[in-house]
Every structure is written in structure tokens, then in C-alpha cells.
T-cell receptor
Framework: DGGITQSPKYLFRKEGQNVTLSCEQN?????MYWYRQDPGQGLRLIYY???????QKGDIAEGYSVSREKKESFPLTVTSAQKNPTAFYLC??????????????FGPGTRLTVL | GEDVEQSLFLSVREGDSSVINCTYT??????LYWYKQEPGAGLQLLTY?????DMKQDQRLTVLLNKKDKHLSLRIADTQTGDSAIYFC??????????FGKGTRLHILP
């Protein structure tokens, strides 16, 4: 059963703490992405990675960090430097081998609430 | 700049057709997408259209693309209660970047 998994579904954090959100895919996709979604807003790109051990900042990278040590895993750390971290976080992946198709497939999301 | 615009809300009676509209700014887009998001869930890819096509039909879904006006629409025939969701329009800017609209919340009236 192939797909993208994110865990946990709900996450609560105290102010000042770092927290790591998990994203795993078994689709053998090359690229992986992290988005943030706020109510009534579209998706904003935090970080993305095209290959292992390489990643680029998206539009709102400040206060976040990522790693890509394995092709199937792209964890996101929300640091204490992120001023307003409460949001719904979505992970996605895509194939980059075919230059004509960049379709991104999404995981179920993690809702992070800072108390 | 890069931008995708869509209306925030749409109400449709069950059994009628729903038409969700979207405008985009980047004329070099290769693919345009429609995603569906149900409450508390991730985005589900509904369909996509290549920029050199005018129309694509997939069962109850019809996508129309007017490249001259940079206008994309999604028609859902015979709208059902299960179609109630937020629908996102998106354009592919380059191989690793997709720009999303803010989403249209589709409400089904009985």
C-alpha cells in the first residue's frame, strides 16, 4: 500500500520547545516538500528537497529546519524561533525523473498547536 | 508576480452542477491542477491539465482552460454531499514549484 504518511496527526507543544514532524513516503519519489496551511489561506512552501542530502528554502523557511538523510524521509523541525507555529502542516512528494509531470502528492497532514 | 486567484465560497444544490473558477498569472505554466481537501485531511489530486489542452473530462469532472485569459475552471456534474470540501487550483511554475490558490469552499444545499 504505497503512499505518504505523516505522524503524529495531532501534536501539542509548549512555547519555547522544538518539535519534529515526521514525513515518510514509499513511492520512490525524488522530491519532497513541506507546506504550511493556515485557516482561509492557501499553502505556503517551507522547504523542499530534490535529492538526498540537499534541500532548499521555500517562501517561509524562517524558524524551521529539515534534513534529507534518506530518500523516503523528510522530517521537519519547528524551532522555538518560529513566532507563530500553530498551523496545519502538509508534506508532499513528486517524481522529478519525467520533466513533463511535476504532480505533487500529499500526506494526511499534522496539526500542530502551541500551548 | 506569481499568483492564483479563486473565489472563497460556492453554494450549490445537490444534483446541480458546480463550477469553480480560477485565474492565474504565469503564462509559462506547464500544468494546472485541481486538488480537493476534506476537513482535517491532506490534499487529494483530482485532475490536472497540460497547458496545451483546452478541455479534459474525467467522469463527473470537466476542466476547461482558457490560456489566453489565464482562466481555469472545474465543473462537477450532479453534485453530491460527498463533494463538500475545499477545492484548490494550482499552477506549475517550474519542475519543483507549484503555486496554490487559497481554495474555494464548496457547500452543498439539500
Amino acid at each position: 500500500d504505497g503512499g505518504i504518511t505523516q505522524s503524529p496527526k495531532y501534536l501539542f507543544r509548549k512555547e519555547g520547545q522544538n518539535v519534529t514532524l515526521s514525513c515518510e513516503q514509499n513511492l520512490n519519489h525524488d522530491a519532497m516538500y513541506w507546506y504550511r496551511q493556515d485557516p482561509g489561506q492557501g499553502l505556503r512552501l517551507i522547504y523542499y528537497s530534490q535529492i538526498v542530502n540537499d534541500f532548499q528554502k521555500g517562501d517561509i523557511a524562517e524558524g524551521y529546519s529539515v534534513s534529507r538523510e534518506k530518500k523516503e524521509s523528510f522530517p521537519l523541525t519547528v524551532t522555538s524561533a518560529q513566532k507563530n507555529p500553530t498551523a496545519f502542516y502538509l508534506c508532499a512528494s513528486s517524481i522529478l525523473g519525467d520533466p513533463d509531470i511535476d504532480t505533487q502528492y500529499f500526506g494526511p497532514g499534522t496539526r500542530l498547536t502551541v500551548l | 508576480g506569481e499568483d492564483v486567484e479563486q473565489s472563497l465560497f460556492l453554494s450549490v444544490r445537490e444534483g446541480d452542477s458546480s463550477v469553480i473558477n480560477c485565474t492565474y498569472t504565469d503564462s509559462s505554466s506547464t500544468y494546472l491542477y485541481w486538488y480537493k481537501q476534506e476537513p482535517g485531511a491532506g490534499l487529494q489530486l483530482l485532475t490536472y491539465i497540460f497547458s496545451n489542452m483546452d478541455m479534459k473530462q474525467d467522469q463527473r469532472l470537466t476542466v476547461l482552460l482558457n490560456k489566453k485569459d489565464k482562466h481555469l475552471s472545474l465543473r462537477i456534474a450532479d453534485t453530491q454531499t460527498g463533494d463538500s470540501a475545499i477545492y484548490f487550483c494550482a499552477e506549475s511554475i517550474r519542475r519543483d514549484k507549484i503555486i496554490f490558490g487559497k481554495g474555494t469552499r464548496l457547500h452543498i444545499l439539500p
